[in-house]
Every structure is written in C-alpha cells, then in structure tokens.
C-alpha cells in the first residue's frame, strides 16, 4: 500500500441496511467525521423521507453535505465529488479520517475512482425542450428516450431522477456519442485516496424487506405525511419527488387512495429502491461485505468492521 495516499473509509448498503449507524460508530472509535453520500439528504425540507439523520443518531460526530442545498436546485454527481472532495482534505487536515456514508453508489463509486466528467458543453434549449416533454408526458416517456438512446447509462438512472436523465440526453445530442461510454473515459486518473468500502446486505431478502416496512412506519409516525403535505401544498413536490416516500402520498392528498394504500406503496417502492442498489453496489469488487443477520448483536457487525479495516491497512 502506498503509505503517502490518505485513508478514506466507506459505508455503503441498501436502504435501511443500518449504514447510517454503523458509520457513526466507526466515527466514534477512530475519530471520524461522516460526508454523506445521499442525493437526497442534500435538500433542506426533505428530512424523514431521505433519512437524514437527527442529532441523537449522529451522537455528536460532525456530518457533512446534508441539509446545505434549497429544492429546486440541480446538483450532479460532478457537483458531489468536487464538494466531498473538499470535505475530505478539511476532515483530514483536522487530523481525522473521512467516513463516506451513503447509498448513492453513482456519488461513493464516482468520488473513490477519481471519475473525471464529461466537460461536453450545455444545451439549454435542448434541455427545456426535454423538460416540457416529461411536463406533457411523464417521466416515464423521457426514460423511454434515454433507453433507446443508451440503455447501458439508463441502467444506472433512475427513472424519476429527471436532472441526470436530462444531463445525459444532452450530453449524447451535444457530442454524438453515448454518455455510458464517456463515463468510461473518464475512469483515467488513478483515485488519490487509499479507500476500504463496508457494505452491509442481508442474505436473506426478507429481513432486508422487513426492515424497510419497520422504517416506513417509524417515518410515518415521525411525521412523514405532514411532512409530505407541506411540500404537496407549497409547490415543493417536484424535487421531492426523487426521493420515495413524497409522491407515493399524492393519491391520498388527492383523495383517491387511502393512507394505508400510499403507505404500502412507499413499501414496495423502497424494497425496489435497495434492489436497484444491490444491483449497483454489487460490481464493485472491492466491497467487503457484511451481512447483517450473520451476527446476533450490533456490535458484532462493528467488531468485524474493525477487523476489516486492520487487515487492509496492513496490506
């Protein structure tokens, strides 16, 4: 290993996989700061259905690229690295290690590969156009572009994701060519940082699945559909709707579904979510993974994250 690369740790997992937790707690025993890697936990307002962590959970342990950016204001994965990238070289220069926590595998993979971006000039008219059609036909239809376009990049987007769906329309009609082969490009720089990547997984889908309906309640007993309601009535929803747990509610603010039919959804919604994840997070080689009913007690999960960690600082 090359001793002059900083250290940088990574806790990654499907959604209510515990990493917000588990990140925290490596925090507190090696002296950490967190730098989320959540598309979502980035708004201001959108607090219980992105899972932001409240100030009991963090426990004092400093968080990083959450809450700092209004809805309604573009972000890409570009944006993301150059701004953790900056976090590192401050939690660092505090004598601390980074802990990047987060489920947002475009943002972890991006960051720790040194991912250099497509500097493929802008469209705006292209880009309008594309957003009065998703205005008149749906997301879906635009997605539909995207596929046709270039299927690979479409795999990694999500559908209600309409800023990097648009970004990567453009960027294929701006330079003729696909977005998912100039991302490849882009993988040249060798990544400056030496990085471990945590992810914790359950074998069984089930105890995945059953956790994220034990979440979604919690959430609406916390609030979720005031929250939900205020953002529907302010004209806020349209950012909120990248994130599950927002939209799913329209039906029942509408008064064409009831609350436990939304709330179902949000389930399901979310279990396809951590899908899309794993699906993700699985390429990457590099995850030491943990899975989470291999062990009866939390602090066993931590104890064999301590491990994997001195193993790879002494390779």
Not at 33 to 59: C, F, H, L, N, W
Not at 195 to 215: E, K, M, P, Q, T
Request: with cysteine.
């Amino acid at each position: 290993m090359t001793e002059k690369k900083p250290f940088v740790l990574a806790v990654c997992g499907p959604t209510a996989s515990g990493k917000t937790w588990l990140g925290v707690e490596l925090a507190l025993h090696y002296g950490g700061e967190v730098i989320s890697a959540d598309s979502m936990q980035i708004y201001k307002g959108m607090d219980i259905a992105s899972a932001k962590p409240t100030a009991e959970e963090m426990r004092g342990i400093p968080h990083h690229l959450i809450d700092f950016l209004d809805m309604g204001t573009a972000f890409s994965a570009a944006d993301y690295v150059a701004l953790a990238n900056e976090k590192i070289e401050e939690v660092l220069g505090r004598g601390k290690l980074p802990i990047i926590v987060g489920g947002t595998g475009l943002y972890i993979d991006s960051l720790l590969n040194n991912v250099k971006f497509s500097e493929a000039k802008e469209d705006p008219e292209y880009r309008r156009s594309l957003n009065e059609f998703a205005e008149r036909n749906g997301n879906a239809a635009l997605y539909d572009k995207l596929i046709e376009a270039d299927p690979e990049a479409a795999e990694n987007i999500h559908m209600n994701n309409l800023v990097r769906v648009i970004r990567a329309l453009e960027v294929i009609r701006v330079t003729g060519r696909k977005f998912s082969e100039l991302k490849a490009e882009s993988r040249s720089e060798e990544s400056p940082y030496n990085s471990l990547i945590i992810g914790l997984n359950a074998a069984d889908r089930n105890v995945l699945y059953n956790r994220i309906d034990v979440r979604v309640d919690d959430m609406v007993e916390r609030g979720l559909v005031e929250e939900a309601r205020d953002l529907w009535r302010t004209g806020k929803m349209k950012t909120a709707a990248n994130a599950i747990g927002y939209k799913e509610l329209i039906p029942y603010f509408e008064n064409v579904a009831s609350l436990e039919q939304c709330i179902d959804k949000i389930k399901q919604e979310s279990r396809r979510y951590a899908k899309r994840q794993l699906t993700w997070f699985r390429r990457n080689e590099r995850i030491h993974w943990i899975i989470i009913e291999d062990f009866s007690k939390k602090n066993e999960i931590l104890e064999n994250s301590k491990k994997a960690i001195a193993k790879f600082k002494i390779m």
